[in-house]
T-cell receptor
Framework: GDSVTQMEGPVTLSEEAFLTINCTYT??????LFWYVQYPGEGLQLLLK?????DKGSNKGFEATYRKETTSFHLEKGSVQVSDSAVYFC?????????FGTGTSLTVIP | EAQVTQNPRYLITVTGKKLTVTCSQN?????MSWYRQDPGLGLRQIYY???????DKGDVPEGYKVSRKEKRNFPLILESPSPNQTSLYFC?????????????FGPGTRLTVL
């Protein structure tokens, strides 16, 4: 069935380091792909999205490219900040349902 | 302010005692959904609703009920809660179901069933 697999955490980086969080998906159709972010004690917020192959979603310095050939949607940021510390969820939408990954906890230390 | 609200935010109850978690949105959204978040499992969709009086099962509907009598409200009902329903629950809504529509999440309800 449809699913999302993302990189296990937790991830700890120093400020200004490069970030990659891997995400792959399985889908019967042509899903839309999302990254959501969850700050401590809060609900999820949409970070970025891509709706078709080769689309690049970007927001707040984060980027992810929809790769149909590798069924991937890896999240990247060139220089992380302490304020980026949060849990990141990859998700896909096929039909009427959403499927989320298990989440990757990121801690950025000064 | 556009938002999704959930009540209560925290709840401790005992096995078998019926409970309802309310969800309300003020954005006139058609699509609403309930998720549970568990360590190591991420978010899993329980039920969703495409519009008033239209609901459908997600991935983990067992032990839950929902209703959508009004567009703004989508309560989650646990008729006979069990300890395996201890979890963090999120309600979400979007303007319409579709890949271009962002889901807005509520703040979460932490439920403990003893």
């Amino acid at each position: 069935g449809d699913s999302v697999t993302q990189m296990e955490g937790p991830v700890t980086l120093s400020e200004e380091a490069f970030l990659t969080i891997n995400c792959t998906y399985t889908a019967t159709g042509y899903p839309s792909l999302f990254w959501y972010v969850q700050y401590p004690g809060e609900g999820l917020q949409l970070l970025l999205k891509a709706t078709k192959a080769d689309d690049k979603g970007s927001n707040k310095g984060f980027e992810a490219t929809y790769r149909k050939e590798t069924t991937s949607f890896h999240l990247e940021k060139g220089s992380v900040q302490v304020s980026d510390s949060a849990v990141y969820f990859c998700a896909q939408n096929t039909g009427n349902q959403f499927y989320f990954g298990t989440g990757t906890s990121l801690t950025v230390i000064p | 302010e556009a938002q999704v609200t959930q009540n209560p935010r925290y709840l401790i109850t005992v096995t078998g005692k019926k409970l309802t978690v309310t969800c309300s949105q003020n954005m006139n959204h058609e699509y609403m959904s309930w998720y549970r978040q568990d360590p190591g499992l991420g978010l899993r969709q329980i039920y969703y609703s495409m519009n008033v009086e239209v609901t459908d099962k997600g991935d983990v509907p067992e032990g839950y009920k929902v209703s959508r009598k009004e567009k703004r409200n989508f309560p989650l009902i646990l008729e006979s809660p069990s300890p395996n329903q201890t979890s963090l629950y999120f309600c979400a809504s979007s303007f319409r179901q579709g890949s271009y529509n962002e889901q807005f999440f509520g703040p979460g309800t932490r439920l403990t069933v003893l």
